[in-house]
T-cell receptor, first 112, second 115 residues
Framework: DQQVKQNSPSLSVQEGRISILNCDYTNSMFDYFLWYKKYPAEGPTFLIS?????DKNEDGRFTVFLNKSAKHLSLHIVPSQPGDSAVYFC???????????FGQGTELSVKP | NAGVMQNPRHLVRRRGQEARLRCSPM?????VYWYRQLPEEGLKFMVY????????ESGMPKERFSAEFPKEGPSILRIQQVVRGDSAAYFC?????????????FGDGTRLSIL
């Protein structure tokens, strides 16, 4: 029962262009969403989050959009840089201060 | 990932042995979470602890796995009588004690290999 899905296992983008990573969820009780970035042999690094009371949150080159009616969120990275190449995970919580449910990840490759 | 410390980084065990994984949360954090990542998969929640209390263990296998977060010292994830299927990366995360939801911050994990 995959409550958080990232349907694209990989994405390749040219340096300087926009990267758009997508995530879908099924549980309407989720109300806090996060994006993490992960390099090989390291732990996930927190990037950005959004509460369900918002539809957009921006931090520098990273913007997360939330569409509650579609149960969909996306992460936009602009401009993309080669150092952004990593696996990106979306995660969701039902705001009980507890567990995160992760998607399967999308491997982003930014080519110079 | 500075702050959440996990050790060892790599652990090799033979089938039937015990594995102990340790996690020290970030300073000021009293919530600890354990996750497991199997190859080619996302992270799966295992257990959520506060000092001396297990809050949610809904992701823990029913047998052989246990976790604790004592009043003093690190959190421990213990796997008894390990089997090949226990080979995975085990990540610990922590978050502060506040009324607001805070992001969890992760350590670099322990890679467990079962021979």
């Amino acid at each position: 029962d995959q409550q958080v899905k990232q349907n694209s296992p990989s994405l390749s983008v040219q340096e300087g262009r926009i990267s758009i990573l997508n995530c879908d969820y099924t549980n309407s009780m989720f109300d806090y969403f996060l994006w993490y970035k992960k390099y090989p042999a390291e732990g996930p690094t927190f990037l950005i989050s959004i509460s369900s009371i918002k539809d957009k949150n921006e931090d520098g080159r990273f913007t997360v959009f939330l569409n509650k009616s579609a149960k969909h969120l996306s992460l936009h990275i602009v401009p993309s840089q080669p150092g952004d190449s990593a696996v990106y995970f979306c995660a969701a919580s039902d705001n009980q201060g507890g567990k995160l449910i992760f998607g399967q990840g999308t491997e982003l490759s930014v080519k110079p | 990932n500075a702050g959440v410390m996990q050790n060892p980084r790599h652990l090799v065990r033979r089938r039937g042995q015990e594995a102990r994984l340790r996690c020290s949360p970030m300073k000021g954090h009293s919530h600890v979470y354990w996750y497991r990542q199997l190859p080619e998969e996302g992270l799966k929640f295992m257990v959520y602890l506060q000092k001396e209390n297990i809050i949610d263990e809904s992701g823990m296998p029913k047998e052989r796995f246990s976790a604790e977060f004592p009043k003093e010292g690190p959190s421990i994830l213990r796997i008894q009588q390990v089997v090949r299927g226990d080979s995975a990366a085990y990540f610990c995360a922590s978050s502060p004690t506040t009324g607001e939801v805070q992001p969890q911050h992760f350590g670099d994990g322990t890679r467990l290999s079962i021979l």
